[in-house]
């Protein structure tokens, strides 16, 4: 079981910047999926998720507007659009597999974890 970020860097504060997580169809077409992100010294948090069809999905108040989750079940990707970034999106972001078709705001809820590929926001 694989999953695979990519799409990390140094961005300028307000760009943008688009995050890929690949996966297995075995692992994810039934599933939801999320993306979390750590920064350095705290808990991993939820950024957004999205059902296993891509029909609805939530954020993080904290990036709502900024980010868009999406994924194409063909080539089994998610991916994480993000724009308007700012200093404090700094981090490791992971993909991650739910347990269930919709996925929920704690690791708690999901079974299958990413490397993570850092994207590092400068001033």
């Known amino acids: 079981v694989q999953l695979q970020a990519s799409g990390g860097g140094t961005v300028q504060a307000g760009g943008s910047r688009r995050l890929s997580c690949a996966t297995s169809r075995r692992t994810s077409s039934n599933n939801g999926m999320a993306w979390f992100r750590q920064k350095a010294g705290k808990e991993r948090e939820f950024v957004a998720r999205i059902n296993w069809n891509g029909s609805t999905s939530y954020y993080a108040d904290s990036v709502k507007g900024r980010f868009t989750i999406s994924r194409d079940r063909a080539k089994n990707i998610v991916y994480l659009q993000m724009n308007s970034l700012k200093p404090d999106d700094t981090a490791v972001y992971l993909c991650?597999?739910?347990?269930?078709?919709?996925?929920?705001?704690?690791?708690?809820?999901?079974?299958?974890w990413g490397q993570g590929t850092l994207v590092t926001v400068s001033s």
């Open positions: 991650a597999t739910a347990l269930s078709t919709s996925g929920g705001s704690s690791p708690r809820d999901y079974i299958y």
